[in-house]
Each structure stands twice: as structure tokens, then as C-alpha cells.
């Protein structure tokens, strides 16, 4: 049977100095056990800014922007680094400040529990409204908020918690019952901390794996809290609370609690449900803990370090059918420490590491990455914890040496070749092996690594239940599906990888450029060569023909007529993945015709790259409109699309400049020349306009009928986009392009795409012809608009209503045309206008 | 070290009395080591915890100390120790452990 597949991960941390100093267990105890001592003095001292929390390497590896090898070459300590222009947004997620969570608390509250104040909630809701992942029903919860007065009086007088963000206290949560400690003020605060932060991560999950929120259909939550009153504590359930917010409408969940090691024992439940077929799609997720804020804050102080443990963190995980693609969650390797184990750490690692490669007919030198507990050395060290995960790396080395599978020489080595920096946030059961799912994946997919173990690890005694400790591990491997099924590891895809030419004549910036490109995009782990030569295209040609090469990147290729590319590229500041539809090649004569057919050149390439419902938005360019009409009634008559919704206040598909460096489609729509353009200024933004130096290139030849996989990149593409480029080729074969564009065409052509392209063409033809027949009413006060009609039928619109005895002018909105009437005849004019086929 | 353990360690000394107990260590590196040892003979120097300012003066050491390699069956020992002892730093650790144990042990 197939095994599961990782599908995407969310990684996010809160930046939260306010929770850090007042509900932290260490901070906590200080106070009350010593009211007066020289930590709590010292303690404000050592408070980080946000931008500083920012700027810290580890952080910055944690949300996906800086690699675990980028991180390891920084020398340690890293608190006194920073790095050089932070995201705070990542591939895997982001970092937020203090004060858009309180306002995401209240968002997540169900039971009117977080109070905040009213000029707070004025403030934050606008920063909230920018981020691009709160969705309008989340904007909807926000509630005005209320007088600080009040708020004071709550937590001095009726035990609320405070919440703090900065100095000022901005807000409280109350308790939610007199009498049940379950339900007091200290124990809601933690659990919607939890909730809250779990809720962000799905939606950066979401947003990563490009799944349609209903298609989810089981939620596993991970997290350390426990919620429930004083008849059932711990009843639950995080999970389904989470996704109810996050908008999982189909998914229904539970909570897994196995202290740290509760994330692994997670994904492992996730990986049989959706391998027995019982669900599909399972999100595993854990929030982050306060009572862990400055947990080492004393040795911090002490060592006049800043206090680094100030940020919640939260884990996601979409564990889904195997799919070919992804990389899988091998069931048959499962290390599992049992109730006979025993808790000395060679017993553990025995029962985690050893014993199950041992049943797998594997060495420990077979795995390529361990990922143990990663805490954060910068944390633990000065705590007189050591360096984590290098001890785990340091006894799995060992063991292996006790077992004769490795020299003692070879230990340090081993440690260097098969481990990895730590860099999580101490937050339990944050750390514990997952932090590096999302990086593993990646480095899979690409072809880098190809598999690795993940362990898990727990200490059960703290709950005082038993003495025991706890730890499982699973085996991560790149997707073996078309290869070989039951194959356990698969080291021999590496052979099996796409072939990729290159042939790019005259670059402007030389042969020796290219040929970085092509070495680096072999280092990892592509296969690619350069074709040389003046006639390079015209061997390329007869080698794709002759299926010497899978897929080719090329300079000056012409495409026939029909045929356009997508362009792929990371939108500047955000680093967000973008498809730009289309870039070069002309898909129809027609401007709109053009532009309908670039969205489903635009959705096959997106969905070949993995992502399966990409979002679609149309540039807000001439014939934008008319594109956005066809292709809603094409999703409605069953070519279904998943449309993007503007970053603006107004929303809507239509896509202005700000979405453009956004990134708030998947997929971006519009012309050829917009799109050249468009893919030039993005990807030679960091350069001042000298060489194209980010993302993937103008991307693969797309177009109905066509059968060759032919990605285009320019004579100004620097070595890490011609690299990228080889990157996508690979995907047009392994994400199977032809397949997907066969079927995408045959769907689109079955929603009645031509029928629909002729009557616009008709359209527009007919639309201005009348003029000369038509009487213009007599002029009313214009007070109202029409918006949605395409600028090209705008004046045919008008006439359209002259014709009918109304009044109107056209004109020109904020954001594109408009069709201006009065009032009285604004419901007689849409119905007119709709039935004519100018709005929708 | 842990505030609970730190309770267990005082219970059972008062319960047996200090000169019949001998703590021993399953830490990581020598200065963890050395920071329990230091709570069960001098006191806790975090001030946090049931032995803040109490002075039992316990003896003490760490797993891998020879001492106590001596008193286990080596077949066990093989099983359950000597991984780690060959991850540690164990002549750092004797350091640690005997500087603390002729600084403040008195039994």
C-alpha cells in the first residue's frame, strides 16, 4: 500500500516580550517566591525589540529564510548577530509582534473571554487587515473593545490576566467560571495562547501547500495545554477549536499529548489514518506555550545575554495521499521506546535509532539527516544544558561505533556529515525532530537528501503519572511511488532523475556564467549539461526529440502561435512564489482570448509545480475584466477555479500593483507584454535592473496540443535563475506538465471555452457599431456607479443604456472604470447591463 | 537541579540520614555536574529550590566516575553506560566532581 506524503509545513513564531515577563512560569515563581530579587530588576533589561528578535539568525532559519547550512556557517554565540535585512515573513511563515496576536486571541475567543482596549483594537485591526493570511471571516470577530478604565478594574479587582504589549495593558482575559481552576484567568490565557498560535500556523500551512481549506478532513493537535473544566481536565479539544477558526469546514479532530515527543507520536497517527484510507488530508499542529517564556531566563541574566527565549512557537504539518511527488512517511521504519526499554539514554537511543534500521537492514551511515531534539544551542548552552542536538548526534555516532558500523575516528565526522544545527525556540514539544520537516522536505524534493529520520522525545515523569520516559521515531523518504512501490529506501532515484539541457546562445553575461549555473544546479542534485555551440537550439531540438534529454532551458527560442510561458519567480521583500502567466510566446491574437488561455497555461504550470488548487488572479490591465468574466462562467460551467482576492480593502480578482509584489495569487494573470515586463522588473529588482538574479526564469512553453518541455530564460538571467530554471525543467517532468496540460485543456474545452471566447469576440465587435441610431436621454445627477465593466465595452455600455431611455456617463474609478448614473435607476440599469453581458 | 528532585534528595536524607546516602549523576557535561553536586553538598546556589541555604554535605558522584564503574556489574554497564561514556567529557567531569566533593562533602 502507498505510503503518506508530507505535503507542506508552517512554521511561526511570536514574538512576545509582554507574556515573556508576566506569565512565565520562571518569571512567575520569581515574583512570588521572591518578590524583591535582582532577576526581576534585572529582567527588563534584557528584553529584546521585536526587530532584534527579527534579525536573530535562528529565528530566521526557523520561518525558512535562512537554511540550516547558511545558519551553520554563522559562528556561535549568534544572540550579538544579525541578519542583514530580515522577512518577517518566510517560506514556512513569519514572525509576529505582540500586538497583532492579542487582537488574533480575541479573534480566536469564543466565549467573550479577552478583553481589549478600544483604542488598541482601532490601531491593530489596520495592521491585521495588511496581513495577508487573516481571512475576512477571521477580520469579522474583532470586536471595538472597551475603556482601559475597565480593563484596569478587571485585572486589579475580579483576577483577569493581563495582557501587555509594550509597557501598556492593553487588555485581560478573564476567567471563565468563580470557582473551577480549570477555568481560571491564568489557565484560559495559556490555552487561547496555544489556540491562537496554532491557528496562525495552519493558516501559513494552508497557504503553503496550496490546499483548499475544505479538502482538509482530520486535525491532529500536538501542543503541551490541556483544556477542559473541573469535571473533565484535558477533555479537549485543541484541534477542532483551531480549525474552526482556520476555516477546515469538513474537518473534524482530536488532541495527542505525549509531552515533547507529542509531535512525532502526531505524525505518525497522521501517516496511518491517511495510509489506511480512512482520511485523506490530516493537519498535524501545535501551538505554542507562555509558561515556557524565559524558562533559562535566570542563566541568561546572569550571563548578560538578551532573554532569547521571548517567542511562542507553533508547528504544522499536511500529511496527505502519496502523491508522487512529496516526499513519504515510511510506516515500516517506526522507532519506538516501550514500556521495557528503560530511560538510560543508550537504551533510548537504541530503542529510537539503531534498533529499527537494524530491523530495516540499515546503518546508521544509510540515514542522511537525523533530526533529534534541535533546540537552540544559543539557549540551552549558557543554561548549562550543552549543545542538544550535537549530544544526540554524539550518541547515535557512538552506538554506532558499539555496533561496528563506524570507527571511533569517524565520530566527529559523522556528527558533521549527518547532523544539523539546532535553532528552535525551547518550547517542549516545538523542537522535538519536527523543526526540520520542512527544510527535509524541500531538500527532498530537490533531489539534495534523500531520506531522514526524525526523533521524537518526551519526559512523561513530569506529570508525575509515571517514571517513564517516551520517544518515537519515523523515516522520512523522497517519493518512491513510480519507481519501485515497496522500496524501503531509495538512494537510486538520484539516477533517475530528469535529464536537462541547457542552450543559451549569446548571454550577456558569458558561457562561464551558464556554466556555474549548470554546476550549481548539478551540486544539488539535478542532472543538466550545456549544449554548446552556434547551433545549440537546433541540437536541443533533435536531443528532446530523441528523448537524449527529458526537458531544455533555452535563450531566443520561438514558440509557435497557441504557445506562451510561465514564469516563475519569489516577489521581492515577501520572497513569496509566484507564477507570472505569461511571460513570452503568444497564446491568441486576441488580447482577451490571450489572456483566458494564459490563466490555464498559468493553473498547469502552478499545479505541476504541486500546487494542487492554486489561487488565480487577473493583473488589472486592459481586457482584464473581460478575462474575469469568461473565467468565473468557465468555473462555474465545471472548469473550477480557485480566484485569488486582492490584498486591497476592496478585494476582488482583479490584481493592482501592490498584489503584484504581494504575491496575493499563486498564479498572476495578464498579457505577454505585461508579463515580460513584469517578470524583468521582479527578478532584476535586487540588481538596480543589471542582471536577473531572482527566481526561475520566463519559465516552460505552454499551449494546447503542445508536446515539448521548453523553459525560457534571457540573455540578462544570472547563474541562480538559469539554476532555478533547471529546477523547474526537472519539475515539468517529474510534476508530469504534458499529463496535467492535456487535462486542464480537455476540462476547460468541456466547460465550453470556445463557445465562450467566440460570443466575447462577437462582442466587442458589435458593441460600438449602433452609436449613430441611438438618442442620448435627457442628462440626470450622476451620484452612483457601476464597477466590473471591462474599459474596452465601457462606452458600448453606456449606449446600451442610452438605448433603454437611462442616462449615464462613463468614467474612470480608483481602480478602473466605472459607469456613473443616478440613483433611481441604479437596480433597472445592473439588470440591464447584466442581461447584455457587461457585468456579471 | 529540578526543584523536585531537590525535594526527593532532602527526604531521603533526612529519612536515612546523610551519612548513609550517595548521590549519583547521570549529567551531561562537567558543569552541570559540578551545579549538582553543588546542590546536594553546599546548597542550592540558585536559590530556588528546597536545598536554598541548606549545607547536607552529601557524597557525590557522577556515573562515570571510576569509583562507581567499579561497583557495576560491567556487563550492565556495557548495556546502559558506556555509550554516553564515550560521548562525555569524563575527565572534565571527574575534575568538576572532585573539586566540589573536597570543597564541601562531609562524609
Given at each position: 500500500m502507498n505510503?503518506?506524503?508530507?505535503?507542506?509545513?508552517?512554521?511561526?513564531?511570536?514574538h512576545v516580550?509582554?507574556?515573556?515577563?508576566?506569565?512565565?512560569?520562571?518569571?512567575?515563581?520569581?515574583?512570588?517566591?521572591?518578590?524583591?530579587?535582582?532577576?526581576?530588576?534585572?529582567?527588563p533589561?534584557?528584553?529584546?525589540?521585536?526587530e532584534?528578535?527579527?534579525?536573530y539568525?535562528?529565528?530566521?532559519t526557523?520561518?525558512?529564510?535562512?537554511?540550516?547550512?547558511?545558519?551553520?556557517?554563522i559562528?556561535?554565540?549568534?544572540?550579538?548577530?544579525?541578519?542583514?535585512?530580515?522577512?518577517?515573513?518566510?517560506?514556512f511563515?513569519?514572525v509576529?509582534?505582540?500586538?497583532?496576536?492579542?487582537?488574533l486571541?480575541q479573534i480566536?475567543?469564543?466565549?467573550?473571554?479577552v478583553?481589549?482596549?478600544?483604542?488598541?483594537?482601532?490601531?491593530v485591526?489596520?495592521?491585521l487587515?495588511?496581513?495577508?493570511?487573516?481571512?475576512q471571516?477571521?477580520?469579522?470577530?474583532?470586536?471595538?473593545?472597551?475603556?482601559?478604565?475597565?480593563?484596569?478594574k478587571?485585572?486589579?479587582?475580579?483576577?483577569a490576566?493581563p495582557i501587555?504589549?509594550?509597557?501598556?495593558?492593553?487588555?485581560?482575559?478573564?476567567?471563565?467560571?468563580?470557582?473551577?481552576v480549570?477555568?481560571?484567568?491564568?489557565?484560559?490565557?495559556e490555552n487561547?495562547?496555544?489556540k491562537?498560535?496554532?491557528?496562525?500556523?495552519i493558516?501559513?500551512?494552508?497557504?503553503?501547500?496550496?490546499?483548499?481549506p475544505?479538502?482538509v478532513?482530520?486535525?491532529?493537535?500536538?501542543s503541551?495545554?490541556?483544556c477542559?473544566?473541573?469535571?473533565?481536565r484535558?477533555?479537549?479539544?485543541?484541534?477542532?477549536?483551531?480549525?474552526?477558526?482556520?476555516?477546515?469546514?469538513?474537518?473534524?479532530?482530536?488532541?495527542?499529548r505525549?509531552?515533547c515527543?507529542?509531535?512525532?507520536?502526531?505524525?505518525?497517527?497522521a501517516a496511518?489514518?491517511?495510509?489506511?484510507?480512512?482520511?485523506?488530508?490530516?493537519?498535524?499542529?501545535?501551538?505554542?506555550?507562555?509558561?515556557?517564556?524565559?524558562m533559562?531566563?535566570?542563566?541568561?541574566v546572569?550571563?548578560?545575554?538578551?532573554?532569547?527565549?521571548?517567542?511562542?512557537?507553533?508547528?504544522a504539518?499536511?500529511i496527505?495521499?502519496n502523491?508522487?511527488i512529496?516526499?513519504?512517511?515510511?510506516?515500516d521504519?517506526?522507532?519506538?521506546?516501550?514500556?521495557?526499554?528503560?530511560?538510560?539514554?543508550?537504551a533510548?537511543i537504541e530503542?529510537?535509532v539503531?534498533?529499527?534500521?537494524?530491523?530495516?537492514?540499515?546503518?546508521?551511515?544509510?540515514?542522511?539527516k537525523?533530526?533529534p531534539?534541535?533546540?537552540?544551542?544559543?539557549?540551552?548552552?549558557?543554561a548549562?544544558a550543552?549543545?542538544v542536538?550535537?549530544?544526540n548526534?554524539k550518541?547515535?555516532?557512538?552506538?554506532?561505533?558499539?555496533?561496528?558500523?563506524l570507527?571511533?575516528?569517524?565520530?566527529?565526522?559523522?556528527?558533521?556529515?549527518?547532523?544539523?544545527?539546532?535553532?528552535?525556540?525551547?518550547?517542549?514539544?516545538?523542537?522535538?525532530?519536527?523543526?526540520?520537516?520542512?527544510?527535509?522536505?524541500?531538500?527532498?524534493?530537490?533531489?539534495?537528501t534523500?531520506?531522514?529520520?526524525?526523533?521524537?522525545?518526551?519526559?512523561?515523569?513530569?506529570?508525575?503519572m509515571?517514571?517513564?520516559?517516551?520517544?518515537?521515531?519515523?523515516?522520512?523518504?523522497?517519493?518512491t511511488?513510480?519507481?519501485?512501490?515497496?522500496?524501503?529506501?531509495?538512494?537510486a532515484?538520484i539516477?533517475d532523475?530528469?535529464?536537462?539541457?541547457?542552450?543559451v546562445?549569446d548571454?550577456e553575461?558569458?558561457t562561464?556564467?551558464?556554466?556555474?549555473?549548470?554546476?550549481?544546479?548539478?551540486?544539488?542534485g539535478?542532472q543538466?549539461?550545456?549544449?554548446?555551440?552556434d547551433?545549440c537550439?537546433?541540437r536541443?531540438d533533435?536531443?528532446?526529440?530523441?528523448?537524449?534529454?527529458?526537458?531544455a532551458?533555452?535563450?531566443?527560442?520561438?514558440?509557435?502561435v497557441?504557445?506562451?510561458t510561465?514564469g516563475?519567480?519569489?516577489?521581492?521583500?515577501?520572497?513569496?512564489?509566484?507564477?507570472?502567466?505569461?511571460?513570452?510566446?503568444?497564446?491568441?491574437?486576441?488580447?482577451?482570448?490571450?489572456?483566458?488561455?494564459?490563466?490555464?497555461a498559468?493553473?498547469?504550470a502552478?499545479?505541476t509545480?504541486?500546487?494542487?488548487?492554486p489561487?488565480?488572479?487577473?493583473?488589472?490591465?486592459?481586457?482584464?475584466?473581460?478575462?474575469?468574466?469568461i473565467?468565473?462562467i468557465?468555473?462555474?460551467?465545471?472548469?473550477?477555479?480557485?480566484f485569488?482576492?486582492?490584498?486591497?480593502?476592496d478585494?476582488?480578482v482583479?490584481?493592482?500593483?501592490?498584489?503584484?509584489?504581494q504575491?496575493?495569487a499563486?498564479?498572476?494573470?495578464?498579457?505577454?507584454?505585461t508579463?515580460?515586463?513584469?517578470?524583468?522588473?521582479?527578478?532584476?529588482?535586487?540588481?538596480?535592473?543589471?542582471?536577473?538574479?531572482?527566481g526561475?526564469g520566463?519559465?516552460?512553453?505552454?499551449?494546447?496540443?503542445?508536446d515539448?518541455?521548453?523553459?525560457?530564460?534571457?540573455r540578462?538571467s544570472?547563474?541562480?535563475?538559469?539554476?532555478?530554471a533547471i529546477?523547474?525543467?526537472?519539475?515539468?517532468?517529474?510534476?508530469d506538465?504534458l499529463?496535467?496540460?492535456?487535462?486542464e485543456?480537455?476540462?476547460?474545452?468541456?466547460?465550453?471555452?470556445?463557445?465562450l471566447?467566440?460570443?466575447?469576440?462577437?462582442r466587442?465587435q458589435?458593441?460600438?457599431?449602433?452609436?449613430?441610431?441611438?438618442?442620448?436621454?435627457?442628462?440626470e445627477?450622476?451620484?452612483?456607479?457601476?464597477?466590473?465593466?471591462?474599459?474596452?465595452?465601457?462606452?458600448a455600455?453606456v449606449?446600451a443604456?442610452?438605448?433603454?431611455?437611462?442616462?449615464?456617463e462613463?468614467?474612470?474609478g480608483c481602480?478602473?472604470p466605472?459607469?456613473?448614473?443616478?440613483?433611481?435607476?441604479?437596480?433597472?440599469?445592473?439588470?440591464?447591463l447584466?442581461?447584455?453581458?457587461?457585468?456579471? | 537541579?529540578?526543584?523536585?528532585?531537590q525535594?526527593?534528595?532532602k527526604?531521603?536524607?533526612?529519612?536515612?540520614?546523610?551519612?548513609?546516602?550517595?548521590?549519583?549523576?547521570g549529567?551531561?557535561?562537567?558543569?552541570?555536574?559540578?551545579?549538582?553536586?553543588?546542590?546536594?553538598?553546599a546548597?542550592?546556589?540558585?536559590y530556588?529550590?528546597?536545598?536554598?541555604?541548606?549545607s547536607?554535605?552529601?557524597?557525590?558522584?557522577?556515573?562515570?566516575?571510576?569509583?562507581?564503574?567499579?561497583?557495576?556489574?560491567?556487563?550492565?554497564?556495557?548495556?546502559?553506560?558506556s555509550?554516553?561514556?564515550m560521548?562525555?567529557d569524563?575527565d572534565?567531569?571527574?575534575?568538576?566532581?572532585?573539586?566540589?566533593?573536597?570543597?564541601?562533602?562531609?562524609?
Open positions: 505510503n503518506s506524503v508530507l505535503k507542506g509545513t508552517g512554521y511561526v513564531l511570536v516580550p509582554g507574556m515573556l515577563m508576566h506569565h512565565g512560569t520562571t518569571q512567575t515563581t520569581e515574583r512570588s517566591v521572591n518578590p524583591d530579587s535582582e532577576y526581576l530588576k534585572e529582567l533589561g534584557h528584553i529584546r525589540s521585536y532584534d528578535c527579527l534579525a539568525p535562528p529565528n530566521q526557523y520561518i525558512g529564510n535562512l537554511s540550516i547550512e547558511e545558519l551553520s556557517v559562528e556561535e554565540p549568534w544572540f550579538d548577530k544579525k541578519v542583514e535585512n530580515p522577512s518577517r515573513f518566510g517560506p511563515g513569519e509576529m509582534p505582540e500586538d497583532e496576536f492579542a487582537v486571541m480566536c475567543d469564543a466565549f467573550d473571554l478583553h481589549l482596549d478600544r483604542e488598541f483594537v482601532r490601531n485591526k489596520l495592521k487587515e495588511a496581513h495577508p493570511l487573516i481571512t471571516s477571521m477580520h469579522a470577530l474583532i470586536k471595538e473593545g472597551e475603556d482601559s478604565e475597565l480593563i484596569r478587571q485585572v486589579e479587582r475580579e483576577h490576566q501587555i504589549v509594550g509597557d501598556q495593558l492593553v487588555g485581560y482575559v478573564k476567567r471563565a467560571h468563580d470557582v473551577d480549570n477555568l481560571s484567568a491564568h489557565v484560559i490565557f487561547l495562547v496555544s491562537a498560535s496554532e491557528v496562525l500556523t493558516l501559513h500551512l494552508l497557504r503553503q501547500s496550496g490546499i483548499d475544505t479538502e478532513d482530520y486535525v491532529i493537535d500536538c503541551e495545554e490541556a477542559g473544566d473541573m469535571n473533565q484535558g477533555g479537549g479539544n485543541f484541534a477542532k477549536a483551531a480549525a474552526e477558526i482556520a476555516g477546515l469546514l469538513n474537518a473534524t479532530g482530536s488532541d495527542t505525549a509531552f515527543a507529542g509531535p512525532a507520536h502526531a505524525i505518525v497517527e496511518s489514518l491517511v495510509k489506511s484510507g480512512a482520511f485523506q488530508n490530516v493537519i498535524v499542529a501545535g501551538g505554542g506555550c507562555t509558561a515556557k517564556l524565559g533559562n531566563g535566570k542563566d541568561h546572569r550571563k548578560g545575554l538578551p532573554i532569547l527565549e521571548d517567542c511562542l512557537g507553533g508547528f504539518a499536511l496527505s495521499e502523491d508522487g512529496n516526499p513519504e512517511i515510511n510506516l521504519i517506526i522507532g519506538r521506546h516501550t514500556v521495557g526499554t528503560g530511560s538510560s539514554p543508550q533510548v530503542s529510537l539503531t534498533n529499527p534500521l537494524t530491523a530495516a537492514g540499515m546503518k546508521i551511515t544509510d540515514v542522511d537525523y533530526s531534539e534541535m533546540q537552540n544551542p544559543d539557549i540551552t548552552k549558557p548549562g550543552g549543545d542536538p550535537e549530544a548526534y550518541m547515535i555516532a557512538a552506538l554506532g561505533v558499539k555496533l561496528g558500523q570507527e571511533r575516528t569517524e565520530l566527529p565526522a559523522f556528527v558533521k556529515k549527518h547532523g544539523l544545527r539546532g535553532f528552535a525556540p525551547t518550547q517542549g514539544h516545538i523542537p522535538s525532530g519536527v523543526p526540520y520537516l520542512g527544510f527535509a522536505r524541500e531538500s527532498m524534493l530537490a533531489g539534495r534523500v531520506n531522514a529520520m526524525i526523533i521524537g522525545k518526551g519526559s512523561l515523569f513530569l506529570g508525575r509515571t517514571n517513564q520516559f517516551d520517544g518515537i521515531s519515523f523515516f522520512m523518504q523522497k517519493n511511488r513510480k519507481e519501485s512501490p515497496s522500496a524501503v529506501v531509495a538512494p532515484l539516477t532523475l530528469p535529464v536537462i539541457g541547457v542552450a546562445p548571454s553575461l558569458g562561464e556564467m551558464i556554466r556555474s549555473a549548470v554546476d550549481t544546479a548539478r551540486k544539488k539535478y543538466a549539461f550545456l549544449i554548446e555551440g547551433a537550439l537546433d536541443m533533435e536531443m528532446l526529440k530523441s528523448g537524449e534529454i527529458d526537458a532551458v533555452a535563450a531566443h527560442y520561438a514558440f509557435p497557441g504557445v506562451a510561465v516563475r519567480i519569489q516577489t521581492p521583500a515577501l520572497g513569496r512564489e509566484m507564477f507570472l502567466a505569461t511571460t513570452t510566446g503568444t497564446s491568441a491574437t486576441d488580447r482577451t482570448e490571450a489572456m483566458v488561455r494564459n490563466a490555464i498559468g493553473i498547469i502552478a499545479k509545480c504541486g500546487i494542487t488548487e489561487t488565480v488572479g487577473i493583473a488589472n490591465v486592459m481586457g482584464g475584466r473581460q478575462c474575469e468574466r473565467l468565473k468557465l468555473s462555474e460551467r465545471g472548469y473550477a477555479i480557485r485569488a482576492d486582492s490584498a486591497r480593502a478585494g476582488g482583479l490584481m493592482r500593483g501592490n498584489d503584484l509584489l504575491g496575493s499563486d498564479v498572476m494573470v495578464m498579457d505577454t507584454l508579463g515580460n515586463l513584469m517578470m524583468k522588473m521582479l527578478s532584476a529588482f535586487t540588481t538596480g535592473g543589471g542582471i536577473e538574479s531572482i526561475y520566463y519559465g516552460p512553453g505552454i499551449g494546447k496540443g503542445y515539448k518541455r521548453i523553459l525560457i530564460v534571457s540578462a544570472g547563474a541562480t535563475v538559469i539554476a532555478n529546477e523547474y525543467a526537472a519539475q515539468t517532468v517529474t510534476g506538465l499529463a496535467i496540460a492535456r487535462k485543456y480537455d476540462k476547460a474545452k468541456k466547460a465550453g471555452l470556445k463557445t471566447i467566440d460570443e466575447m469576440k462577437q466587442s458589435t458593441g460600438v457599431s449602433t452609436a449613430a441610431s441611438i438618442i442620448v436621454p435627457p442628462r445627477t450622476c451620484t452612483e456607479e457601476i464597477h466590473g465593466i471591462e474599459v474596452m465595452e465601457l462606452d455600455a449606449e443604456l442610452w438605448a433603454e431611455g437611462i442616462y449615464a462613463s468614467g474612470m481602480t478602473g466605472v459607469l456613473m448614473l443616478n440613483e433611481a435607476r441604479i437596480e433597472q440599469a445592473t439588470k440591464i447584466r442581461d447584455k453581458g457587461y457585468v456579471r | 537541579m529540578d526543584l523536585e528532585n525535594k526527593r534528595v527526604e531521603i536524607a533526612d529519612q536515612f540520614g546523610p551519612e548513609n546516602v550517595i548521590v549519583v549523576l549529567a551531561a557535561e562537567g558543569e552541570a555536574a559540578g551545579l549538582a553536586a553543588e546542590t546536594v553538598t546548597g542550592d546556589p540558585t530556588a529550590g528546597p536545598l536554598a541555604g541548606v547536607l554535605g552529601l557524597l557525590v558522584y557522577h556515573i562515570c566516575e571510576p569509583e562507581i564503574k567499579e561497583e557495576v556489574d560491567a556487563g550492565i554497564y556495557d548495556e546502559q553506560v555509550m554516553m561514556e560521548v562525555l569524563v572534565d567531569i571527574i575534575t568538576e566532581m572532585s573539586a566540589i566533593r573536597d570543597q564541601y562533602t562531609k562524609y
